[in-house]
């Protein structure tokens, strides 16, 4: 996902609502009793989690625990009854993640922290051992392409050194006012002259490892640190005959100052991983078939691919398994819904909504008959917001169904009316491009932007089960309702402001996917 937790609060800033839906009800609906009975007292939230986390682990499109996870989902929807099939819609790079060693050989012997990146070539049997060297400050490209031959047969460093390695809220708290500003004065300091560092070696941060690499380094060494105690970053690497590792903030300060001052230090990296040429991508689709309207479909949609730093727990782990235990409720307490509820557990969401694009581009009779997109893909904790996503009566419809919603459920969810359609950030957005009201059920943080999104530290142990196991209850019994409705719900667009150059905004473009690793 591409995180984006604060909903856009009506268009351009005007909210034309916003509700807490504190009126105290009773249900008068007794499926909506049953619903809450059954995800209340029979939860399989946890023994979701512990097949999807700890035994599949995480889902890197293109791994074989990609393709485990597609076939996991696929069977567990089976089992409960429901029609599932996993979809081919492309094939992207295949990739085994192995281990990674990491050593500090001098000036003194210490393992060190980190992870090779996704993608990230192997090294030979027993590692490559080297010294490091950090990236040059130079003035310009030219001067960079004289430095370049220096790094042959060196691992070179390419990520800014954090002077500091708490995160800003301890300085906030605990320093002096005037301590606190100068931290935070060297900090914007420090990242500017980094960028200009990059800068003027005429590549960019994307491209340098690349040249790097045909320059003759054997390994590229970063830390991407998200500004949270021990949680970095960790995304795909773009070599393709060395190594490239992420470094804990603690242990990559340590190799950058020793090489600083002169100490040069050395280390081993020992990243064992298979390219696997290519292979399939899949979206895994299931179906509670309907009665009276069976060929329209309410969707449930969240992606099943992450990234491996983790294990993708609340990004995106949480998403399916709330998306599981609605369904499974609603096939316990409304074996014939009047539509048909379809889960959508999309592939390779992180590389650009590829599976969910794939599935809108390939199925428009169902695209055509969707009423609604119930989406979640940002953490763990209670949904909290709801945008109208630019459709003019939304206002109507959400509420409506929303009114029948025990208040425990409901009572700290805000909503925005009509609000302004996403132009990306998750899989609703496939459908809201092509005219389907589709909504994100954002959640309240938890932290997530520093602490789990694609880091390290995006674990089982971070889930907030009362939060999840509210989530499930609240959607299931939306798309209860949503499936009832006696028509599709409108599909009218609010017209969209100006923007500050007097242009008209325009309504999210209809992307197709990216079908292959090499688009």
Request: a negative charge; charged letters at 25%.
């Amino acid at each position: 996902m591409r995180i984006n937790n604060v909903v856009k609060m009506g268009v351009l800033g005007v909210t034309l609502l916003s509700s807490t839906f504190m009126q105290a009800q009773q249900s008068n609906d007794p499926i909506i009793d049953a619903i809450v009975k059954e995800g209340t007292e029979n939860s399989q939230l946890k023994r979701y989690a512990f097949e999807l986390l700890d035994v599949i682990g995480p889902r890197l499109v293109g791994t074989p625990q990609m393709m485990q996870a597609h076939n996991w989902v696929k069977d567990e929807y089976q089992a409960m009854g429901f029609e599932a099939r996993n979809e081919a819609y492309g094939t992207w790079k295949a990739w085994d993640r192995g281990t990674t060693q990491l050593t500090m050989t001098y000036p003194r012997i210490k393992s060190l922290e980190g992870t090779q990146l996704a993608w990230s070539p192997s090294t030979k049997k027993n590692g490559v051992e080297a010294e490091v060297i950090i990236l040059a400050d130079v003035a310009d490209k030219a001067a960079f392409e004289a430095w370049l031959p220096t790094v042959k047969g060196k691992i070179v460093l390419i990520s800014m050194h954090q002077e500091t390695g708490r995160p800003e809220y301890q300085w906030e708290e605990y320093a002096t006012k005037e301590s606190y500003e100068k931290m935070i004065a060297n900090k914007k300091a420090a990242t500017e002259a980094w960028a200009q560092r990059i800068k003027n070696t005429g590549y960019t941060a994307k491209e340098l490892p690349k040249v790097l690499e045909e320059a003759g380094a054997v390994g590229i060494v970063m830390s991407h640190w998200s500004g949270v105690v021990g949680a970095n970053k960790i995304f795909g690497a773009t070599t393709e005959r060395i190594p490239t590792v992420d470094i804990a903030l603690e242990d990559y300060g340590l190799l950058y100052r020793l090489a600083e001052n002169g100490k040069q230090p050395k280390i081993n990296i020992n990243a064992q991983s298979k390219d696997l040429g290519t292979t399939q991508t899949y979206n895994t689709i299931a179906e509670l078939k309907g009665g009276e309207k069976a060929d329209e479909y309410v969707v449930l949609s969240a992606h099943l691919d992450s990234w491996d730093g983790g294990t993708g727990a609340t990004d995106n782990g949480t998403g399916i398994i709330t998306m599981m235990e609605a369904a499974r409720i609603l096939k316990e307490v409304l074996p014939i819904p009047k539509r048909t509820i379809l889960i959508g557990n999309w592939g390779s969401e992180e590389q650009g909504l590829n599976g969910s694009r794939a599935f809108v581009a390939d199925n428009p009779e169902i695209v055509e008959k969707t009423q609604t997109v119930f989406n979640q893909d940002n953490g763990t904790g209670r949904v909290a917001y709801l945008s109208g996503q630019g459709f003019l009566n939304s206002y109507q419809f959400l509420t409506d169904w929303l009114h029948a919603v025990p208040q425990k459920y409901k009572q700290d969810l805000k909503t925005y009316f009509p609000g302004s359609p996403s132009g990306g950030g998750s899989d609703h957005v496939s459908f809201v491009s092509k005219n389907i009201p589709g909504f994100m059920m954002s959640s309240l943080s938890w932290g997530y932007g520093k602490y789990t999104w694609h880091t390290n530290r995006d674990t089982a142990d971070k889930i907030v089960y009362d939060d999840v196991q509210s989530n499930a209850i609240l959607i299931a019994i939306l798309a209860y309702k949503a499936s009832q409705e006696e028509e599709l719900v409108s599909r009218e667009r609010i017209v969209l402001p100006l923007t500050k150059d007097g242009e008209r905004q325009k309504w999210p473009e209809s992307k197709g996917p990216k079908r292959t690793s090499n688009e």
